[in-house]
């Protein structure tokens, strides 16, 4: 499974367990092994419920192994902050390119440089009922096509950690600008992620640390970004 999505169902299945209505502000998820399609358990433990502040921690459970855990809190959202450097996307989207049965639109921009990515996404169908927040785990989950270069083979990221900050709120179906800044050595990569609004209000801020694993072209699922056969060419090959 992606780890934006299991990371979005924790969140959900945390806000559930809670019993409240706040959004989520800040996470930590820890992936520690593949959590394979299909059934699985999402223990939630409380350790706060407040009127302003809630927080959890959460694990999930499949085929008796633990594949991920989490640290969440949840809090109001503030007034809307004007973001004076929020990064702008680029003006060219060539192309869009949809994935997982047409639930979400990406499009990566041109141009770009190395280890930097300019894109944008939005949810679609089904996808756009999800709440802004369980959204911004899968938005926030990018750090793939910063790690390409002309050299690297085909690969498969293994997200070993990804926190989230959550700082204001927008629509799933509205477009989320994604700005991407990799560092990549051997086998591990480094990416800080911005989630901006197309007026350029900072949503959201993303940490994220990666194996880059070899892998064979055949052995590669849909990526959530769908960037097999992308606009970025046959560099895009492969990653989930």
């Known amino acids: 499974m992606f780890g934006g999505a ?7 299945a945390a806000r559930l367990t809670l019993g409240i209505e706040l959004p989520l502000s800040d996470a930590h998820f820890t ?13 939630v433990t409380p350790l706060r419920r407040g009127r302003r502040f809630a927080d959890a921690v959460a694990t999930v459970e499949s085929r008796g192994v633990t594949t991920a855990q989490a640290s969440l809190s949840f809090s109001p959202t503030p007034p809307s902050l004007a973001s004076r450097d929020a990064p702008r996307a680029a003006v060219e989207f060539p192309r869009s390119h949809v994935s997982f049965d047409g639930a979400i639109e990406w499009q990566p921009a041109r141009p770009t440089r190395a280890g930097v990515i300019l894109s944008r996404i939005r949810a679609r169908g089904g996808a756009s009922t999800l709440q802004p927040d369980e959204w911004a785990c899968i938005a926030a989950d990018l750090i793939g096509p910063g790690a390409l270069t002309p050299d690297r083979g085909p690969f498969a990221v293994a997200t070993a950690t990804l926190a989230i900050s959550l700082i204001e709120t927008a629509a799933p179906a509205e477009w989320w600008h994604q700005h991407l800044t990799t560092r990549a050595s051997d086998d591990l990569a480094d990416g800080i992620l911005d989630l901006t ?8 801020r993303a940490h994220q640390r990666a194996a880059l694993l070899p892998a064979e072209a055949h052995e590669m699922p849909q990526s959530a970004t769908a960037f097999a056969n992308s606009s970025l060419d046959s560099l895009m090959i492969g990653m989930n």
């Open 31 to 43: 992936f520690l092994a593949p959590t394979p399609a299909g059934s699985a358990t999402v223990r």
């Open 197 to 204: 609004s197309a007026d350029g209000r900072l949503l959201a």
């Open 6 to 12: 299991v990371a979005a169902t924790i969140v959900r």
